[in-house]
């Protein structure tokens, strides 16, 4: 069985002080930190770049989960991986059927572990014979774009169609977790969490990832 596991999406943090917030990440006991790039035409805000995560990389020891949300992703995956990103994660709406082998190829030619993501309207059924390339694959539970929003609970059955279908997959859900939805998505067979805005705001930081590493996968 897959270990359960949080990150923290930096998204949530404030950037004033991002050394100061990657050690509370680190001493809360977070094993991998979530790192979202938007580029204003995937999806309808931007974010950052590699220099940022270059910065990141030289103020934290843990994993570092980079999810492209990107029109262009492969022809970025080689900039993030030089500067320290430890998976890189692409949208299959962004690169379509017909190039997805070649450009999970690119991406594991970086030296980078391999993510799918999928819009929260995309059926992942029709995916299934990629993700056997892949070390992930990461259900939207939000429209992506912006922290802060409430999870969509209509991904839950997309989530235990690929739980049953790949029992060692990593699956990682990002969007409106918190301690009611986590719960939820980890009953489903999600393993790897990310968590924004509910575990920045959460009062007791380090107890919120113990609890969620507790939970027991598969079950309710
Ligand atoms: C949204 C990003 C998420 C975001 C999640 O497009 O991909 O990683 O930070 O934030 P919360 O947990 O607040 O929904
Ligand atoms: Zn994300």
Same mark, same amino acid.
């Given at each position: ?91 299959v709406?962004?690169v379509g059927p017909r190039a997805m082998n070649e450009a999970i190829? #690119?991406?594991? $030619?970086?030296?980078?572990?391999? *993510?799918l &993501? @999928?819009?929260? /309207?995309? +059926?992942?059924?029709?995916w299934?014979?990629f993700?056997?390339q ?52 980890? #009953?489903?067979? $999600?393993?790897?969490?990310?968590? *924004?805005? &509910? @575990?920045?705001? /959460?009062? +007791? ?16």
């Amino acid at each position: 069985m897959p270990d359960i596991r949080v990150l923290p999406s930096l998204l949530s943090a404030d950037f004033s002080k991002l050394a100061e917030e990657l050690q509370m990440c680190e001493d809360a006991g977070a094993q991998a930190l979530h790192v979202d790039v938007m580029d204003g035409h995937f999806v309808p805000n931007l974010t950052l770049g590699p220099f940022i995560v270059k910065a990141m990389r030289g103020h934290c020891s843990k994993w570092l989960d980079v999810h492209l949300m990107m029109t262009h992703p492969v022809q970025y995956a080689q900039a993030f991986r030089d500067v320290g990103s430890d998976a890189i994660t692409i949208h299959v709406e962004a690169v379509g059927p017909r190039a997805m082998n070649e450009a999970i190829a #690119a991406v594991k $030619a970086t030296g980078a572990k391999v *993510g799918l &993501a @999928f819009n929260p /309207d995309t +059926d992942p059924t029709l995916w299934f014979k990629f993700m056997d390339q892949v070390d992930l694959v990461m259900f939207m539970t939000v429209y992506p774009g912006f922290g802060g929003q409430s999870f969509i609970p209509e991904v839950r059955p997309f989530i235990r169609k690929t739980r049953e279908a790949f029992p060692e997959l990593d699956i990682q859900i990002d969007g409106g977790l918190n301690r009611e939805t986590i719960p939820l998505v980890v #009953a489903d067979g $999600a393993n790897h969490l990310v968590c *924004g805005s &509910a @575990f920045f705001k /959460d009062s +007791d930081k380090a107890e919120f990832i113990s609890w969620a590493e507790s939970l027991e996968l598969g079950k309710t």
